[in-house]
């Protein structure tokens, strides 16, 4: 099997070239809009990538086509998980379509750009996967977004399994790269990352995490410093963390003595900063975390966000958030607590920012993993049919 990426200027244009070299030699995998830069953009127009996978030989002199240099391994793994999870889903489904054919009244959910007279096999399931989708409380417009491609599917001669496919692979897609704390270390000094975020939803807690798969596996040479100095308790957390994993700490009052910690810790390679919880609500003290990261432009920030917090206040708090500080990757915690995989497509849709790490319990340093795309594709679409 091989992977293979098309481009054209239009989704239309890019599938029959396919069909036509492939044939019915083409899974798609993903479909992906790229922008160019105003560079680019004076010689041509955004274009349409298509990445296939096919077990037919292309002929090397095909125009256009480019063989993926990257990321090939992931996209196998990916495919495997894919198939498993088709063998188990596609019968469910193709009952669940038998039935709604015979009860002739399916109560779906209203899509408002999706045609609604037509009531082809495809738009059935388009609205079959959309509905599961929201039900796992996936917002509509994300999840509309999950199910671009399918369009471009044969409206009655459809496989089940194809749609699954597309779906799968855009959820993969759509949770992207993540952006995690980089394992090479900056050679002109300390690696200074800001852990911020609404009050009590695991900030210290993952930085101890963090803290631990850093100095202990990655064997890197990390300080705390703590600025929340609001909660005597908040200090004493994270001093036993810090005993613990032998890892200096600072506890700093003010920016100017955080400058004055960074320097005492000049010669780490990472810095990890700890801050107070902040209500989005309060704009005083938003405005004293916003002071703080504007000194300090060469830094990594981390939002911290509860996956138990509903989606209409988590968006408030992202919006308030990023008026601080427009370059941060989000950390989701709590995810034992809560179905979360809709809340991970939300963020996702609604902040376009990297996703980082997902913490899923307080066990300190176990509970917490980087994000990852196909996990959560197969939790999304694992229970299709079962409805
Ligand atoms: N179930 C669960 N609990 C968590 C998780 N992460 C943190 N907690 C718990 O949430 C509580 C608050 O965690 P902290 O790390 O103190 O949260 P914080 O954001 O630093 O809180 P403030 O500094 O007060 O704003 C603690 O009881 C943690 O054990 C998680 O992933 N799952
Ligand atoms: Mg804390």
Not at 76 to 101: F, G, H, I, V, W
Not at 128 to 142: C, D, R, W
Not at 284 to 307: C, I, N, Q, T, W
Request: glycine share 4%; aromatic share 6%.
């Amino acid at each position: 099997m091989k992977i293979q990426k098309f481009n054209g200027k239009t989704e239309t244009e890019v599938m029959n070239r396919i069909k036509e070299e492939l044939g019915d030699h083409a899974v798609v995998l993903n479909v992906k809009n790229i922008k160019g830069n105003w560079f680019t953009r004076l010689f041509k127009n955004d274009q349409v990538e298509i990445t296939v996978a096919t077990d037919k030989e292309i002929p090397t002199d095909s125009v256009d086509i480019k063989e993926t240099d990257q990321g090939i391994d992931e996209l196998k793994e990916q495919m495997l998980n894919m198939e498993r999870l088709l063998a188990s889903t596609a019968d469910k489904m193709e009952n669940l379509y038998e039935k709604s054919n015979e009860a002739q009244t399916v109560n779906y959910i209203s899509a408002s750009n999706m045609e609604k007279d037509s009531e082809s096999k495809r738009t059935t399931f388009q609205k079959l996967i959309l509905n599961h989708l929201v039900k796992q409380e996936v917002e509509e417009e994300a999840a509309m977004e999950l199910l671009k491609g399918t369009e471009l599917l044969d409206e009655d001669d459809l496989d089940i399994k194809d749609i699954i496919r597309i779906v799968y692979n855009n959820i993969c897609q759509s949770i992207g790269d993540v952006k995690v704390i980089d394992d090479c270390v900056n050679k002109e000094g300390p690696k200074l990352v800001f852990f911020i975020g609404p009050t009590g939803v695991g900030k210290t807690t993952s930085i101890a995490k963090l803290t631990a798969d850093f100095s202990l596996k990655k064997e890197k040479d990390i300080a705390l410093i703590t600025a929340d100095t609001y909660r005597i308790a908040a200090i004493d957390q994270l001093r036993t963390y810090s005993e613990i994993l032998s890892v200096p700490l600072e506890v700093v009052y003010t920016p100017e003595e955080l400058r004055a910690g960074l320097e005492l810790f000049d010669d780490k390679e990472y810095i990890f900063v700890d801050t107070a919880g902040r209500s989005h609500k309060n704009d005083e003290h938003l405005g004293e975390l916003r002071d703080m990261l504007d000194m300090f432009p060469d830094k990594e920030v981390y939002l911290v966000v509860s996956a138990t917090t509903k989606f209409s206040d988590l968006k408030s708090i992202i919006k308030k958030y990023s008026q601080l500080c427009d370059k941060y990757s989000i950390i989701v915690t709590k995810t034992d607590e809560t179905a979360s995989a809709g809340t991970i497509i939300n963020l996702r849709h609604y902040t376009n920012k990297p996703l980082s790490y997902v913490s899923f319990g307080q066990n300190v340093p176990d509970d917490i993993e980087v994000v990852e795309g196909a996990k959560y594709a197969k939790i999304l679409l694992g229970s299709l049919g079962d409805e």
